[in-house]
């Protein structure tokens, strides 16, 4: 797992905010606190995924379930972890992508606004 170049990927996306908490960890937000991504012990990464694939990402090995954000559909993906870079760069924007969709429209449009533009 390329652990820089995930956080470049989380760092370009529109609308992220980076902070450092709870004593060490690397979060990724975006609009106010919601969280996308989060880095921790140096080899290990969290993020939500979307249900309906949940259950199947959590038997590969060296991922499972995320301690304490589960029930939010989150999962850990650990050092071991099989998945290629560029398929956690996918994961993470799908993470961004579930949780803009959770923001009030005019955040949406905001952080999307190419599809604003084509409504």
């Not at 820089?4 to 709870?22: C, E, N, Q, T």
């Not at 937000?29 to 259950?55: N, R, W």
């Not at 993470?92 to 955040?107: C, F, G, M, N, R």
Request: charged share 25%.
């Amino acid at each position: 797992m390329d652990i820089p170049a995930l956080k470049a990927h989380s760092d370009a996306l529109i609308g992220i905010r980076h902070d450092v908490k709870w004593g060490g960890v690397d979060v990724y937000s975006v609009h106010q606190t919601k969280m996308v991504c989060i880095f921790y012990d140096g080899e290990k990464m969290a993020c939500k995924v979307p249900d309906d694939l949940f259950i199947m990402m959590a038997e590969i090995p060296d991922c499972r379930p995320a301690p304490h954000l589960a029930r939010a559909g989150w999962i850990e993906f650990g050092k071991a972890c099989p998945l290629p870079t560029a398929e956690l760069q996918r994961i993470i924007t799908q993470s961004w992508h579930l949780v803009v969709d959770k923001l009030p429209k005019y955040v949406q449009k905001a952080l999307r606004p190419q599809e604003a533009e084509n409504q």
